[in-house]
């Protein structure tokens, strides 16, 4: 058996289980950015601490282990601002950090998530509705993209829906 085979298997297990252990990180950072008070499901509030409580649990599609990168975006939108239909080329969980956000991905129901809310966006979905739920008050929304090639992280799509 060649022992530098098995030391750069052994480098690159290191590096995946790194690269795992970094995205649950972020992902623990994100949801921390607002209050910990609202909870948006029994399986979560089953879950909830007073210090901390799961926000989200989404299995992830298979990535590319040795180019992972996480990029944690804030989107701020003014009273009754919205976005243009677009898709994103990696999976994105959004936390909703202030006000509410209306949104939809084509083939789903549209929703309404509210401050302590976070929900999944499965890559190259068409994200057809991303709009503030409020005409009067802003809402804001980190969304933490996790992708393991180099690509814009939004990508417009004529038409629309």
């Known amino acids: 058996m060649d022992l530098g085979l098995v030391l750069r298997e052994e480098t690159v297990r290191a590096y995946r289980m790194a690269g ?3 995205v649950a990180a972020l992902c623990v950072v994100a949801a921390g950015f607002s209050g910990w008070d609202q909870v948006r499901s029994d399986t979560q509030r089953a879950a909830s601490t007073e210090r901390a409580r799961i926000v989200l649990i989404q299995a992830l599609p298979k ?6 990168k996480a990029t944690l975006v804030e989107v701020n939108y003014g009273p009754g601002e919205s976005s243009e239909p677009h898709s994103h080329p990696c999976p994105v969980i959004g936390y909703v950090v202030a006000g509410a956000l209306r949104t939809q991905v084509r083939g789903e ?3 309404v998530y509210r401050a302590g809310e976070s929900f999944y ?3 190259n979905g068409v994200h057809a509705v991303s709009a503030n739920a409020s005409q009067t008050e802003p809402a804001k929304l980190l969304a933490y993209f ?3 090639h180099d690509a814009a992280l939004s990508a417009a799509v004529p038409g629309g829906k």
Do not use: I, T
């Open 20 to 22: 795992r252990a970094a």
């Open 63 to 68: 990535l590319d282990g040795e180019h992972l």
């Open 109 to 111: 129901k549209e929703a």
């Open 121 to 123: 966006e499965p890559a």
């Open 146 to 148: 996790v992708c393991d």
